[in-house]
């Protein structure tokens, strides 16, 4: 069982910068592929960014993509999301979530992640 916290999210003003953190107890975080996604109310779940176990593959959806950088420590169980040049479309709450590193399948897909937190408001006025 892995627990997830999500921290770092707030109101911006569109331009802006937020660093969403995600941090893992229960188990070593290096095991498990790590995903942000985010979603609005009526909406479906939007992938935002993925990271492999070591932190040395990276994937981001092309509408985040040269804006938003993901990273991790394992040694701090904790991945970040670095969000630069905010658009009111970011607007969203974000999850992150843990797919153990043996499970297969596209890591842009909600359905392939077991772990999910609780979720943070980011805000992006205009």
């Known amino acids: 069982q892995v627990q997830l916290v999500e921290s770092g999210g707030g109101l911006v003003q569109a331009g802006g910068s937020l660093r969403l953190s995600c941090a893992a107890s229960?188990?070593?975080?290096?095991?498990?592929?790590i995903g942000w996604f985010r979603q609005n109310p009526g909406k479906e779940r939007e992938f935002v960014a993925a990271i492999s176990t070591s932190g040395g593959n990276t994937y981001y959806a092309d509408s985040v993509k040269g804006r938003f950088t993901i990273s991790r420590d394992n040694a701090k169980n904790t991945v970040y999301l670095q969000m630069n040049s905010l658009k009111s479309e970011d607007t969203a709450v974000y999850y992150c979530?843990?797919?153990?590193?043996?499970?297969?399948?596209?890591?842009?897909?909600?359905?392939?992640?077991?772990?999910w937190g609780q979720g943070t408001q980011v805000t992006v006025s205009s």
């Open positions: 229960g188990r070593i975080l290096s095991s498990y592929n």
């Open positions: 979530a843990a797919r153990f590193s043996l499970v297969t399948g596209t890591l842009a897909s909600a359905v392939n992640y077991a772990y």
